[in-house]
């Protein structure tokens, strides 16, 4: 017990071990060529959508200043815990110090729930501009864009601002090796001596809320969408409606999937390999998915992007 209250006691002047992604591969170096290989993509992917938006008059819209914001928070996403990962692996040292990994930790926490959130906001902008056209540019005005988004980015940061303080105040005292490649809750709470379960809880309601809340929002649109969709006489005007929805709904499904097992499910459910496949899913692949499904799937896009590269734009229909 000697042992163990010392240990707590030090909590902040220890480090953490990260063990990893890569060392838990039986080919660390081509897995983490691979990942880095996607870093650059994602990053690369996302800097050229919001540059392509902000650099180009007809996509200043509601619906792209949306999707910028979607792409700034994906690159900030990605590059909170893949660097770090990265460089562990390069240089060889897999440690991070306590103030480090509750950074980490609040800044992945942050940007998850502001991206939450944002994919209403997104939602409510797809059913203001498919159920009220007439007064889409009076609901969705400027003044109307930016207070949703910081709307977002402070509901978001009320969700790190909330787990993080709490998560890196137990005494840890059992190991001090993380098993994952980040700073992730239900990782380091694993390393605690204490009872967490009331704090299990919290983190359970607080996860609910952070999802529920949004996912009712996107529920809310997407019903009346179907419902003036399914009422429209022009097949022209559906399939229209059926493209500028699908996008959306696509991130969606992909994005609320991980974090549901993450923080929702059971501890029984969970083991740390099992963890780290699906953290890797949201953290590292959803970051380099989200400005392809944005791109590839948008005329308006390819074609800013075909201009911008000084290529002919494709002839519209």
């Not at 650059?40 to 902000?54: D, K, P, Y």
């Not at 429209?232 to 399939?239: F, I, Q, V, Y």
Request: with cysteine; aromatic share 12%.
């Amino acid at each position: 017990m000697g042992n163990s209250t010392w240990l707590a006691n030090r909590t902040g002047q220890i480090d953490f071990i990260l063990l990893g992604l890569c060392s838990q591969s039986k080919h660390p170096m081509l897995l983490c060529a691979v990942i880095f290989v996607i870093f650059l993509m994602a990053v690369s992917g996302n800097s050229i959508l919001i540059l392509l938006i902000h650099s180009t008059a007809h996509l200043h819209t509601p619906m792209y200043f949306f999707i910028s914001q979607l792409s700034l928070m994906d690159m900030m996403y990605i590059s909170v815990t893949v660097p770090k990962m990265l460089m562990d692996q390069v240089m060889g040292m897999n440690k991070i110090s306590a103030p480090e990994c509750g950074m980490q930790m609040f800044l992945y926490l942050t940007l998850g729930g502001s991206e939450f959130f944002l994919l209403a906001a997104m939602a409510y902008d797809r059913y203001v501009a498919i159920c009220h056209p007439l007064h889409y540019s009076i609901l969705m005005n400027h003044k109307v864009l930016v207070l949703l988004v910081s709307c977002c980015w402070f509901l978001g940061s009320m969700d790190g601002f909330m787990l993080t303080p709490i998560t890196m105040t137990f005494p840890f005292c059992r190991s001090w090796e993380i098993h994952h490649f980040f700073c992730e809750v239900p990782a380091v709470m694993k390393l605690s001596c204490s009872d967490t379960s009331l704090f299990e809880t919290l983190m359970y309601i607080c996860c609910v809320l952070m999802l529920l809340i949004p996912f009712t929002i996107i529920s809310s649109s997407y019903y009346f969408i179907l419902l003036t969709i399914h009422r429209m006489n022009s097949a022209e005007g559906r399939k229209k409606a059926f493209t500028t929805c699908s996008s959306h709904m696509t991130i969606v499904i992909l994005f609320y999937g991980a974090p549901v097992y993450t923080y929702m499910l059971p501890s029984s459910y969970h083991t740390p390999g099992k963890d780290m496949v699906v953290s890797v899913f949201y953290t590292i692949l959803t970051p380099l998915i989200n400005p392809l499904i944005y791109s590839l799937r948008n005329k308006d896009v390819t074609g800013a992007l075909s201009k911008m590269f000084n290529v002919e734009s494709p002839r519209k229909l």
